[in-house]
C-alpha cells in the first residue's frame, strides 16, 4: 500500500471521531455563551448585586461548600434518598408493569384503577404523605417512589405488549411454553422499552428528590442548601445549589445514554 493510500485511510478513521468531538463542543456553546453574559452583566452591575451575584462569589461559595464537607452532606443525603426510592419505585413497576402485560385479567381489574392513578399531579401525593409519614426520610423516599413508580409500569406494559408478532409465530411453531415464551422472546422484545422507563425513572426520581427536599424540609439535602440560600437572601448559595443539580441531573443522563448505547450493542448481538 503506498503512502497516499495510508494518509488516506488514517483520515477516514479519524473522520468519524473528529465529527463526534465537534457534536460535543457545539453543546458547551450555550453555557459559556450564558456564563460570559452573566459575567459580564455582573461585571457591568446592570442588575443589582444583590439579586445577580458575580461567578467570581459563587465559586469563593462553591470552594466554601467544598472545603468545609457541607456539599458532600447535603449531596449524600440527597443521592441516598433518590437512590432508595429510584430502586423501590422501579422494583415496584417493574412487577406491576410485568402483571399488567402479561394477564389480560389483571389488566382489566387493575388497568383503569392504575391509569386514574396516574394521572393524579404527583405534587398532589405531598399533603397526604406528610401526613401518613411526617417530614423525615421516609415520606421523601415515598414520594420519590412514586415519582419513579409510572414511566417503569408504563413502559414495561407497553413493551410487553407489543412483542413482535412474527416472533410470537415462531414460538408457538417450534412449541414453546407459556413462561419460555415470556423469558425468550417477549421479555427480550421488550427490554428497549422497559430500559426506556427505567431511565425516565431515573431522571423523574432526581427531579422529585429536590422537590420532596424543598416541601418537606425536614432533615439535609441539597435541596435545603436552596432554601437556605433563600430564606438568607445568600444569592451565591442558590445559583450554587443550582448548577450541582444541573450537574448531577447531567451526570446521570449521560450514565442512562451510555448504558443504552451498550444494551442496545448487546440487544443487536443477541439478535
Known amino acids: ?161 407489543t412483542a413482535p408478532p412474527a416472533l410470537l409465530e415462531v414460538a408457538r411453531v417450534y412449541g414453546f411454553t407459556r413462561w419460555q415464551t415470556i423469558w425468550q422472546v417477549v421479555l427480550p422484545a421488550a427490554l428497549p422499552a422497559i430500559f426506556t422507563g427505567v431511565y425516565l425513572a431515573l431522571i423523574y426520581s432526581w427531579l422529585a428528590t429536590i422537590g420532596a427536599e424543598y416541601l418537606l424540609v425536614s432533615g439535609r439535602g441539597i435541596g435545603n442548601t436552596l432554601i437556605e440560600g433563600s430564606e438568607h437572601f445568600r444569592m451565591d448559595l442558590v445559583l450554587f445549589g443550582m448548577v450541582v443539580i444541573g450537574l448531577v441531573g447531567w451526570s446521570m443522563n449521560a450514565s442512562a445514554r451510555i448504558l443504552e448505547r451498550r444494551l442496545a450493542r448487546w440487544l443487536g448481538r443477541s439478535t
Open 1 to 161: 500500500m503506498s503512502a497516499a493510500s495510508t494518509e488516506r485511510a488514517e483520515l477516514a478513521t479519524l473522520e468519524p471521531l473528529r465529527a463526534e468531538a465537534a457534536r460535543r463542543w457545539r453543546g458547551l456553546v450555550l453555557p459559556l455563551a450564558a456564563i460570559a453574559l452573566w459575567w459580564l452583566v455582573a461585571h457591568l452591575e446592570l442588575v443589582n448585586s444583590a439579586l445577580l451575584v458575580s461567578p467570581a462569589k459563587v465559586l469563593a461559595t462553591a470552594w466554601e461548600q467544598v472545603s468545609t464537607g457541607r456539599l458532600w452532606r447535603a449531596l449524600g443525603a440527597s443521592l441516598a434518598r433518590e437512590a432508595t426510592g429510584f430502586l423501590i419505585g422501579t422494583a415496584g413497576g417493574l412487577l406491576l408493569g410485568a402483571f399488567l402485560g402479561l394477564s389480560p385479567l389483571f389488566n382489566r381489574l387493575v388497568g383503569p384503577s392504575f391509569n386514574t392513578f396516574k394521572q393524579i399531579s404527583l405534587f398532589a401525593w405531598i399533603p397526604l404523605i406528610s401526613v401518613w409519614f411526617g417530614l423525615g426520610d421516609v415520606a421523601k423516599v415515598v414520594f420519590l417512589s412514586l415519582a419513579a413508580l409510572v414511566p417503569v409500569v408504563v413502559n414495561t406494559c407497553d413493551g410487553i405488549r
